[in-house]
C-alpha cells in the first residue's frame, strides 16, 4: 500500500508538474505574440510566470493582456456595424446628420491651414475638425453640477449622460432624482456607468431597477468574467452629457460630491475641468454615447439611431472642434497619438496638467527631444496623488525630465484631478484622458482638441492660475532622497504598463 501511495504522489507531483509547465509555456507564447513590441514588459511578464507560475500566470490574465484583443474585436465589429447601418437610406435622421457634418468641416482660414491640423488628420482620419462652436471652461464641480441640473430641467427630448463613477452621493442622487423626474415627463434618458470607477456606489446600480423605474442605465462592461477575466482592464472612462442632442457637456468630472465644495470634506475635496459644448460638435459626442450603448446593450439601431438624437446644428460660435474618442476596438491609442501631434508640431511651448503622468519612455523621450529644439515644457501634477503608487512611479521620471530641461510643478492644496494640454498658446486638448499608459492604451477616453476662440485664452488663464498655486521641482531638491525612497520610486515605476 505504502508503494502505490507514493506512485500515486509521483504521478500527481508529475501530472501537476506538466500541466503547469503547458500553462506557462502557452502565457508566454502569447506575451511573445501580443508583447513583442514592448520588451521590457515581455521580459518583466515571462519571469513572472516562470518563477511564480500561478500567481504569475493569474496576474499577467487579469493585468497582463492589455490589448484586451478579444473584447477589442467585438467593439469594432459593433462599431462598423452601428456606422454601416447608419448610413443606409433606413436611418435617414444620421444620414442628414453625416451631410450636414460635412458643411461644416473645417478647410483653413485665409488659405492657411495649421500644422497641428494637418497633422491631427493623417493620425486621426476618423475624426473631423468641426467649425462653428462655442465652449465655456468650468473650472470645477462646484460650478459645473448647477450648469448640468439647469440643463437637465430644460430637456424636452432626450438626455444621454455617460459617467466612470456615478457615487450613491449627495451629487449622484440629485443629478439621478432629476433624471427620474425628466423620464416621467417624457424625455428619453439613457446612462451608462463604469462597473469598477462606480463600485464603491454598488448598493445605489442594484436598486436602480426598483429606484429608477422610468429611464435605463447599464454598465458599459462587466466588472469580471470567468470567461473574460481581463475585462477588469476595460475601464470606461468617458464623461459626457448631452441634451436634446444641442448642448453637451465633456471633461474629467465624474458624478461625485468629492467634486462638489459645497458637499465633499476640505481634505477630500478633488479639484477637475469641464465644458460646456454648443454647436455642430455636439453631433459627434452624441455619436459616441450611441455608439458606447449600442456596445454595451446590443440594442436594435432602430432604437437608437432616431431623428431626435441628431437635430440639426446651427454655428454657435468661431472655435474649431475635434472630438476624439479612444480605446480597443475603436480608435486604437488616439489619445497618444494627439499628444505626439502636440510634440511633433510645438514651436514654443507645451503645458501639461494631469493628475497621473505616467506615459510610456518612447513619449517622455519625445518630450526631451522636443525640449532640445527651444519648446517650453512645463507638467503641472498634484503635490499629494490619491494613489500614492502612482505619485511614486511619477517622480522616478523627475530626473531625467529636468535634467533635459521640462519644468515640473507640483500643485500645492486639494487633489488636482484636472487633464488639459496647451500647445502654443493657438490649441488644447482636453477631455477625459491622463497622461499615462492607461489612458494611451487601455481606457476608454473621450476627449476634444479645440482651435481658436475664447476657449483657448480662458483655458491659458487657467493654467496659470494652476501654476501659480503650485511649487516648482528643482533637481537639487532631488539630492537629499533617500535610498528606500528611489528604490520604491523605480519599483512603482515598474507597474507603469497598469497604472
Request: proline share 4%; hydrophobic share 40%.
Amino acid at each position: 500500500m505504502y508503494g502505490m501511495s507514493q506512485y500515486l504522489d509521483f504521478f500527481h507531483i508529475t501530472y501537476f508538474s506538466i500541466t503547469i509547465f503547458l500553462i506557462e509555456l502557452v502565457t508566454v507564447i502569447h506575451v511573445l505574440m501580443n508583447r513583442h513590441n514592448e520588451p521590457q514588459s515581455a521580459i518583466l511578464w515571462m519571469l513572472l510566470v516562470f518563477y511564480l507560475p500561478v500567481l504569475g500566470i493569474a496576474l499577467y490574465i487579469v493585468f497582463g493582456i492589455n490589448r484586451v484583443n478579444t473584447r477589442g474585436m467585438q467593439i469594432k465589429l459593433a462599431n462598423e456595424l452601428i456606422h454601416t447601418q447608419a448610413k443606409k437610406s433606413l436611418h435617414k435622421a444620421f444620414a442628414r446628420h453625416y451631410k450636414e457634418q460635412k458643411k461644416n468641416l473645417f478647410n483653413g482660414e485665409d488659405g492657411k491651414y495649421p500644422d497641428f491640423l494637418s497633422a491631427l488628420d493623417r493620425l486621426l482620419p476618423d475624426t473631423l475638425p468641426l467649425k462653428g462652436n462655442s465652449l465655456e471652461l468650468l473650472r470645477d464641480g462646484t460650478t459645473a453640477y448647477p450648469r448640468m441640473l439647469d440643463e437637465i430641467s430644460k430637456a424636452v427630448s432626450s438626455i444621454h449622460l455617460q459617467s466612470f463613477i456615478i457615487m450613491n452621493d449627495h451629487v449622484g442622487r440629485e443629478i439621478l432624482e432629476a433624471l427620474e423626474a425628466k423620464a416621467k415627463e417624457g424625455v428619453e434618458v439613457k446612462v451608462l456607468y463604469d462597473r469598477f470607477g462606480s463600485m464603491k456606489a454598488g448598493l445605489l446600480f442594484k436598486s436602480y431597477g426598483r429606484k429608477y423605474e422610468n429611464f435605463q442605465i447599464h454598465p458599459f462592461a462587466p466588472l469580471f468574467s470567468f470567461r473574460m477575466p481581463w475585462t477588469v482592464q476595460l475601464r470606461n472612462h468617458r464623461k459626457v452629457l448631452v441634451i436634446d442632442g444641442k448642448t453637451a457637456f465633456i471633461g474629467g468630472i465624474n458624478i461625485s460630491s468629492d467634486n462638489d465644495s459645497r458637499w465633499s470634506r476640505k481634505d477630500k475635496y478633488i479639484h477637475d475641468l469641464h465644458s460646456i459644448v454648443r454647436g455642430p460638435a455636439v453631433g459627434e459626442l452624441q455619436y459616441s454615447f450611441i455608439r458606447d450603448w449600442f456596445c454595451a446593450t446590443s440594442a436594435h439601431l432602430d432604437e437608437i439611431l432616431k431623428e431626435k438624437y441628431f437635430p440639426i446644428l446651427s454655428p454657435r460660435g468661431n472655435s474649431v472642434v475635434r472630438v476624439v474618442g479612444s480605446g480597443p476596438g475603436q480608435a486604437f491609442e488616439a489619445t497618444e497619438k494627439a499628444f505626439m501631434a502636440a510634440v511633433a508640431t510645438a514651436k514654443r511651448h507645451i503645458w501639461i496638467i494631469t493628475p497621473y503622468f505616467v506615459p510610456e519612455k518612447s513619449f517622455w523621450k519625445a518630450l526631451c527631444t522636443t525640449v532640445s529644439k527651444g519648446v517650453e515644457i512645463k507638467i503641472i501634477v498634484p503635490k499629494k496623488n490619491n494613489h500614492w503608487y502612482v505619485q511614486y512611479a511619477s517622480q522616478s521620471l523627475y530626473p531625467a525630465l529636468l535634467e533635459s530641461g521640462i519644468r515640473i510643478f507640483e500643485k500645492e492644496g486639494s487633489f488636482s484631478h484636472a487633464k488639459a494640454m496647451l500647445v502654443d498658446g493657438e490649441w488644447a486638448y482636453m477631455g477625459s484622458s491622463n497622461c499615462d499608459v492607461r489612458s494611451f492604451k487601455l481606457n476608454f477616453e473621450l476627449d476634444f482638441a479645440v482651435f481658436n476662440g475664447s476657449f483657448i485664452n480662458d483655458l491659458h488663464s487657467q493654467f496659470l492660475d494652476e501654476i501659480s498655486k503650485s511649487e516648482e521641482v528643482r533637481l537639487e531638491d532631488l539630492m537629499d532622497k533617500k535610498f528606500f525612497r528611489i528604490l520604491l520610486e523605480n519599483f512603482c515605476s515598474l507597474l507603469t504598463p497598469v497604472l
